[in-house]
């Protein structure tokens, strides 16, 4: 793919690795819940906060940090919350108790964050004809560690234990600080506020811009369901087939479908095909809660393609509401994804909540009743709007 001049193809390639290394640390710990409730002496509903704690530290962070990076060197932010995440993820990986494990779980997510300002970063350098391919080439990367962090959290695990797997997320965070460090730009930023203000202006931002309100609509019920079936799936593998944690972290793979859609979904949005392109990236959503629902999780081959489904619609949404904001106030655009994200993972966390509430009480019936109910409320969101406000 040809980039723009302002963003070299190995700046577009350090970007895309960088992002997909920082998110997996949202999702290691999915595939070893099952572990960790027997280590630590807990139950299922218990072992789940692990991820929904995780999801409320990265909400706090995208709230409070992610705007930081349009008043700061974005350099120096990232560096730091490199190393936030390093540290908390040796806490994690010695937690002597779950309420260790919790603590660090939520610092470890705080320092996550980084993704959210490396990708306004790097939307920033990019050539706006070629913005929206960019974007999808880097979430191409941001989706690679959201699927591999599960195959690689279940390999580490079943080779040595759980706590290794933090380990490993540690010296990961602490070599990408250093060549992070290196390599990207120093660039003083254009806006000159102080923290209160800034984030009073974040605020004023969901007044002011409608589609940015919308997409954030459409994020938080995909991201809702995304996360309630990523909860309790370990739960299920584990019940019903009796798999090991490495067996588990294969699953991961199944979302393949949702990267190679991503950059595909960034070519719509620079084609304009946005609004129809929503549509049906929902709709594909609904439908893989309908595969996973009929069979209760009893039909292995139903629902892996229910898990591909998901993912390709989730992944698909989310490229498209991000290419959709970032044309939106390029000088904002680290407050515009605060907005946006907090919002997404907020969706995460509910997902996850009433995903191990569910599991618990009525078994994986219960979790794909929630997730088709998060995926039609998405879509009857998008057909309630005027076609003048889905873009």
């Not at 070299?8 to 970007?15: E, P």
């Not at 992944?315 to 919002?343: C, D, F, K, S």
């Amino acid at each position: 793919m040809k980039v723009s001049k302002e963003l070299s193809r190995g700046m577009v390639v350090l970007f895309t690795v960088a992002c997909g290394l920082t998110v997996a640390n949202l999702y290691y710990a999915q595939p070893l819940l099952t572990a960790i409730a027997g280590t630590l002496h807990v139950s299922s509903s218990m072992a789940s906060l692990v991820i929904v704690v995780g999801q409320v530290g990265y909400v706090a962070g995208i709230a409070l940090l992610v705007p930081l990076g349009d008043i700061m060197v974005r350099r120096r932010l990232i560096i730091a919350l490199l190393l936030v995440a390093s540290v908390a993820s040796v806490v994690a990986a010695v937690a002597p108790s779950f309420v260790v494990l919790l603590i660090a779980a939520l610092a470890v997510s705080l320092g996550t964050v980084v993704v959210l300002v490396l990708l306004p970063f790097a939307a920033s350098l990019a050539a706006p004809e070629r913005r929206g391919r960019i974007v999808g080439t880097i979430m191409t990367g941001v989706l690679m560690g959201v699927l591999l962090a599960r195959t690689v959290s279940g390999f580490i695990a079943q080779a040595t234990n759980w706590r290794m797997v933090y380990l490993f997320s540690a010296f990961v965070m602490l070599a990408l600080a250093v060549l992070l460090g290196k390599m990207l730009p120093h660039i003083a930023p254009v806006v000159t506020l102080r923290y209160v203000e800034l984030l009073q202006s974040t605020g004023s931002l969901i007044r002011t811009e409608p589609l940015l309100r919308k997409r954030a609509i459409y994020g938080f019920l995909s991201f809702a369901g995304f996360s309630a079936l990523w909860t309790s799936l370990s739960f299920l593998l584990s019940d019903a087939y009796g798999f090991n944690q490495a067996t588990i972290g294969l699953f991961g793979l199944a979302g393949l479908a949702g990267v190679l859609v991503a950059e595909f979904a960034g070519k719509l949005i620079d084609l304009g095909r946005e609004r129809f392109a929503t549509a049906g990236f929902l709709a594909i959503i609904c439908i893989s809660w309908w595969v996973m629902i009929d069979q209760n999780g009893h039909n292995l081959v139903l629902l892996l393609a229910g898990i591909i489904l998901l993912d390709l619609g989730v992944q698909g949404a989310h490229v498209l509401n991000q290419g959709v904001i970032y044309r939106l106030q390029p000088e904002a655009r680290g407050r515009m994804t605060t907005i946006y994200m907090t919002l997404y993972f907020l969706g995460g966390v509910l997902g996850s909540f009433a995903s191990g509430q569910a599991y618990e009480h009525w078994g994986w019936a219960g979790v794909s009743v929630v997730g088709l109910i998060f995926a039609i409320s998405a879509l009857g969101v998008l057909f309630l709007s005027s076609p003048s406000k889905v873009r």
